[in-house]
């Protein structure tokens, strides 16, 4: 059974660059470097009775797998890679590093593919990709491990419960890349843990493929830990989807990309729009509930863009080091701007009844207002105010569901599919609880629970903000 050790090892060696210190010593800090392999939850830890078979890739005639082909337990990814090692312990580079299972497939298998019941279900929003993923596990389990009986769950939580999964194969899901959404249809809320698990129970599935956000793994880890507590064999694997880029550990989520490349479209209309008039404002909202990645990508990569405003760094509009005064100055300059706007920006400027204040959507995220709209007209007031005698135009655009609501480009369909093999390659080893994602590059296998945990909000202190500043120019509203 292959379960990493919880014992931390001291692997010394693996930090000496053989340059080594006068008189040939080692600096004593080195010494204190240390791998903590996170132990991953697996079907042999509450079912020790389970056998296992040999990988049936031994026999496939694509694969002609080599011992290095198949990992073991000793194959791990460090979480953080960047090290500092002058012996300043303060540094959180230098505390013990947390090692992960390296993705990929096993030797061993707890699963024999005859007796597969595979169910595959997508919850929250869209993004782009999704149908990749469902095609690519299909196909996935399908050719590699001659898997015959698979699920698709429809309309996400709530499909394990109320409505019939629909049967798939390679066949049917042969074109699914190609189309934006998700053919298995998803939605928010209708989480109810008893009848889910009972679902899967009666259904008879023993391994359960989640591709879901923050809140899809949030659902996920209490699943898989009901699951364990009624010691079903039944592997639960999340594959993380958000067009936010809001789940941490993970490099990024998949369509992300796509999001990033579909938003230069807008922003492009939004300057031809404002050089086209005279003090023209381009306005573009871009998606991002709580976190302004996408804002921050679109604007790096594009240029033309003058302010990008984001959750995670608060602006304000009147007065000195405002959006306003900053606009001014531009407008003077250029006769125009173009400003992006993450939709979870701002929100606490916005004027709402208290009943706004309290609404939710179905799975209790707060339900934005629209930064966009109200952007907008608080700039035509602020010019009509400053300026009354001269013109002035805001084009706003709002190309947010357009963006997420496309097949994943090139780059995206590749990720989504090394992640869906990743995740069977670890449900057919047994391991159960885990979210497959790549970690600095490297495809690994994290505990559901400690992504669910991990938020991946802006750093408005790194490099990258930093770099926005310097290509826009824009104000830190005080932040400095
Ligand atoms: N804390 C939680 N416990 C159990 N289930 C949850 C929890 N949070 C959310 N869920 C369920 O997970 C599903 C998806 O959640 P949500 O709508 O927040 O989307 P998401 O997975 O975060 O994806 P995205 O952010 O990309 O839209 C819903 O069915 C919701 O009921
Ligand atoms: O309108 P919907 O489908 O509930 O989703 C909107 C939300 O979904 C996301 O795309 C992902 O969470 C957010 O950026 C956005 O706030
Ligand atoms: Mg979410």
Redesign the pocket.
């Known amino acids: 059974m292959e379960v990493a050790s919880t014992e931390t090892a001291n692997l010394n060696t693996a930090v000496d660059d053989g340059r080594a210190e006068e008189g040939g010593r080692r600096p004593q800090h080195l010494d204190r470097l240390s791998f903590s392999p996170v132990q991953l939850p697996h079907l042999a830890d509450y079912l020790p009775n389970l056998q296992t078979i040999t990988n049936p890739l031994e026999n496939s005639q694509f694969y002609h797998p080599s011992d290095e082909f198949y990992l073991s337990s000793s194959d791990v990814i460090l979480r953080q890679t960047v090290l500092d090692l002058s012996g300043n312990f303060h540094s959180p580079s230098t505390s013990p590093h947390l090692s992960y299972p390296r993705a990929g497939p096993r030797k061993l298998i707890f699963f024999d593919p005859s007796h597969v019941r595979a169910a595959i279900v997508t919850?929250?929003?869209l993004?782009p990709g999704m149908n990749t993923v469902i095609r690519e596990l299909v196909v996935g389990l399908w050719e590699l491990y001659g898997v015959r009986e698979i699920y698709g769950v429809k309309a996400?939580?709530r499909g394990f419960y109320s409505g019939e999964p629909v049967r798939l194969n390679p066949k049917l899901v042969h074109n699914w890349h190609k189309m934006g959404g998700t053919v298995l249809e998803t939605?928010?809320?209708?989480?109810d843990l008893d009848k889910i698990v009972n679902g899967i129970q009666d259904r008879g599935f023993n391994q359960v493929y989640i591709i879901?956000?923050?809140?899809?793994?949030?659902?996920a880890v209490?699943i898989f830990n009901e699951i364990c507590h009624r010691k079903l064999n039944v592997a639960v694997a999340g594959i993380p989807?958000?067009?936010?880029n809001d789940i941490g550990i993970i490099d990024k989520s998949f369509g992300f990309q796509t999001a990033v490349e579909m938003a230069q479209q807008p922003i492009n209309a939004a300057h031809v729009e404002a050089e086209s008039a005279v003090n023209g404002i381009g306005l573009v909202k871009l998606m991002g509930?709580s976190t302004g990645h996408i804002a921050l990508h679109a604007t790096l990569s594009s240029r033309d863009v003058d302010c990008c405003l984001i959750p995670e760094n608060e602006f304000y509009l009147e007065g000195k080091g405002g959006l306003f005064e900053f606009l001014d100055a531009r407008l003077k300059e250029n006769g125009h701007a173009v400003l992006v706007v993450a939709e979870g920006a701002g929100q606490d400027m916005i004027p709402r009844t208290d009943a706004q204040k309290e609404e939710r959507?179905?799975?209790?995220?707060p339900v934005f207002l629209d930064v966009g709209g109200w952007l907008k007209s608080e700039l035509k007031k602020w010019w009509a105010r400053d300026h009354p005698d001269e013109l002035f135009t805001v084009k706003y655009i709002d190309p947010t569901y357009m963006i997420r609501a496309v097949p994943a480009n090139a780059t995206d369909n590749l990720y989504c599919t090394l992640l869906a093999h990743s995740a069977i390659h670890g449900v057919m080893a047994g391991y159960t609880g885990f979210v497959c994602g790549p970690i600095n590059g490297n495809y690994a296998y994290i505990p559901v629970k400690e992504v669910a945990l991990a938020k991946n909000e802006v750093n408005t202190r790194d490099h990258k903000w930093a770099w926005v500043r310097s290509v826009t120019n824009q104000p830190d509203f005080g932040r400095s």
């Open positions: 919850c929250g929003g993004c996400g939580y939605s928010r809320g209708g989480f879901g956000g923050d809140g899809t793994m949030r659902g209490t989807k958000t067009v936010d509930r959507d179905e799975s209790g995220n």
